[in-house]
């Protein structure tokens, strides 16, 4: 099986300094999401000339990445890996995908394998199982909540 080649080669970053745009690109995300990431706490610095936008040192990003590692749970592994220098970080990251997190059902103490498992067994919609578990509360009235890894 072929790996999944980042589109950046390192002699591409200049100075370990991106801008949101190029951040967005490497991580295969919306420039949205990366100026999201700024209001959590990203760091970002002015650039090198007045006309450059401001930049994010990757340095910074694999430290902010650690602290929020459930911001970037839809990141390819691989990819993610490849900015931050961390594969054990990838590989939590990927872990915590909400279609591959068991799922416990709090009221029966019952735990599933996922949400369309706990959906299935239960007669109720994936949809609003999800949504309920996002939003913590009730679907058909059970009390759910995923099971993190540690």
């Known amino acids: 099986m072929r790996q999944h080649q980042p589109q950046w080669q390192q002699n591409d ?4 300094r991106l801008n949101k745009s190029q951040l967005a690109k490497l991580l295969g995300v ?17 650039g090198a000339t007045p006309s450059s936008s401001t930049v994010v040192k990757l340095s910074d990003f694999a430290t902010w990445a650690k602290s929020n590692v459930r911001r970037l749970h839809s990141i390819d592994r691989d990819l993610l890996a490849y900015a931050t ?18 799922v416990i059902n709090i009221t029966t103490g019952k735990r599933y394998a996922g949400i369309e498992d706990a959906a ?20 058909g ?5 995923f099971e993190v890894p540690a």
């Open 120 to 139: 299935k067994s239960n007669f109720i919609s994936g949809g609003a199982l999800s949504l309920a578990l996002k939003q913590g509360r009730k679907c």
């Open 141 to 145: 009235g059970f009390e759910w909540r």
């Open 85 to 102: 220098g961390d594969k054990e970080l990838a590989d939590r990251a990927a872990a915590l995908r909400p279609y591959r997190c068991p």
């Open 30 to 46: 919306k420039v949205a999401r990366v100026q999201y990431w700024f209001t959590k706490g990203l760091i970002f610095t002015p």
């Open 13 to 16: 970053l200049q100075l370990d």
